[in-house]
């Protein structure tokens, strides 16, 4: 039945019918599949594109999460609270309080179990938009999406979970009472029925589907994408023929630090300027607080008309944020011995460039930056050589609309009635994030809400055993 990565038994073929049936092998659909697992369900997974791992792959901050352990054994006192009230103000008061509340009082348990599984995230760093380290990323400082995502195939390697690769999902199948009962799926073999009590869509968004940006915000169709190519939005297209209800779509997040120069887009993380690295214009002076929301940073990088900014940082901030060494490796880190070297090799002004290092230095020293009031990242001045900077630019980066669903990850249709034996979660469901999405919470949204989906497709799969 097509190319496939696990198969239990050294099975190649497609059944007939599973219990569960999960589109996309992103972090929603992978840790979904754990859990449902876990709880008795007999499940496979199928992934349209050969590689696995999704969008999930190229996170690299980290993991939201408050009131955790990790952040109390790094004596970080948290709330739930302020985590709850700092992404709703981030997102423009247009979250989904109930899908919010749920995401926030199950955080930190959701960290608990990416532990009992093997993927520790035992370090802090700090996004925009948030008052305290709540990213969780590895002990390493490398990047959290592909850790992951190699912590999460093993254990479904270990539970002999399928995953049928090139595996592409066409349609969703109903019964006459309109609950869905099973998929089409194509492969190399061609199209095949797939029965199912339970179908959970976990495909992601749609950061690079033109015709999806072209049709909800045409001033963002010349954009370039920091998202992998499959990122097309097939499961909300599937969900949509079935009238199901998507909201919110206009709400696309725009990164502010992604290099762009070349064919293939880089996000630069987040996580970089939470270790304290600044933003600089083409004149080597600041112009934001570099860790305000993302909206909000991509807009006065926009406003500039510079073709772009700089992302400044020394070598301490490099030591803390490894995926420094990766950017590197593909070409994109400029640097110099001293200020004055670095300031010549990226074209900005040295003299503005070496007094705007010496101020933001005073900055964090004195814990008071009356410029631009940013308060997080602070921890680290650019005084240690050599010095690098990455050339970035505003790019598509997340799309925060799609599938309306309810904290038990249920999909409702365009009356606001439950579709039965529907699921849906991360990137593919909407309201969550309201008009922007904070850094970090993508990821814990994958494992809070693909957890829930397993729980919640055990207990409803129950109910027909």
């Known amino acids: 039945m097509g190319k496939f990565v696990f198969t239990p038994n050294g099975s190649a073929e ?23 697992k876990e709880l008795g369900l007999n499940v496979a997974v199928f992934e349209k594109n050969a590689d696995l791992g999704g969008n999930t792959n190229r996170a690299s901050s980290g993991m939201n999460a408050s009131e955790s352990l990790v952040q109390l054994n ?179 997040q725009v990164h502010p630090t992604a290099q762009t120069d070349t064919d293939h887009v880089y996000l630069i993380g987040e996580g970089l300027r939470g270790e304290g690295a600044i ?40 030591n803390n944020f490894t995926a420094v060494e990766f950017y590197d490796h593909v070409g994109l880190v400029n640097q110099g011995s001293s200020i004055e070297e670095l300031a010549e090799n990226i074209g900005v002004n040295s003299n503005n460039l070496k007094k705007t290092i010496s101020k933001w230095n005073e900055t964090v020293k004195n814990k008071n930056d009356s410029e631009y009031q940013r308060t997080t990242g602070m921890d680290r001045t650019i005084e240690q050589g050599p010095f690098f900077a990455i050339h970035i630019n505003p790019a598509i980066h997340y799309t925060m609309g799609g599938i309306h669903i309810t904290p038990k990850t249920e999909v409702l249709d365009s009356d606001g009635n439950i579709i039965s034996g529907l699921y849906a979660a991360g990137e593919v469901s909407g309201g969550l994030h309201g008009n922007n999405r904070i850094g970090g919470n993508s990821i814990a949204e994958t494992v809070i809400f693909g957890r829930q989906a397993g729980i919640q497709m055990a207990e409803f799969t129950r109910q027909y055993k």
């Open 74 to 252: 790094e004596g970080i006192i948290d709330n739930k609270e302020d985590f709850y009230q700092e992404t709703l103000k981030g997102g423009g008061k247009l979250n989904d309080r109930e899908l919010l509340r749920y995401f926030v009082d199950h955080s930190a348990v959701a960290i608990d179990w990416l532990m009992n599984h093997g993927i520790e995230l035992t370090n802090l760093t700090i996004t925009g938009g948030m008052s305290k380290k709540r990213a969780h990323r590895p002990a390493s400082m490398a990047p959290v999406g592909n850790y992951l995502v190699t912590g999460a195939l093993k254990q479904i390697q270990e539970k002999n979970i399928p995953i049928f690769n090139n595996s592409r999902v066409i349609s969703l199948l109903q019964d006459k009472q309109k609950k869905v009962v099973g998929i089409e799926v194509e492969t190399d073999s061609g199209v095949k029925k797939v029965q199912a009590t339970a179908i959970l869509l976990a495909s992601g968004g749609f950061g690079s589907s033109k015709d999806l940006i072209q049709k909800y915000r045409p001033d963002l169709a010349n954009y370039k994408t920091t998202n992998q190519p499959g990122a097309t939005g097939d499961g909300l297209k599937l969900a949509a023929k079935i009238d199901a209800q998507l909201e919110q779509m206009e709400f696309i």
């Open 14 to 36: 497609i059944k007939d019918r599973y219990d569960a049936v999960i589109v996309g092998a992103g972090g929603a659909g992978l840790t979904a599949a754990i859990q449902a």
């Open 279 to 318: 933003l600089v214009n083409k004149s080597g002076q600041r112009f934001v607080n570099e860790l305000n929301t993302r909206k909000i940073v991509s807009d006065a990088i926009t406003k500039l008309n510079e073709d772009g900014a700089y992302l400044l940082f020394d070598q301490t901030i490099r």
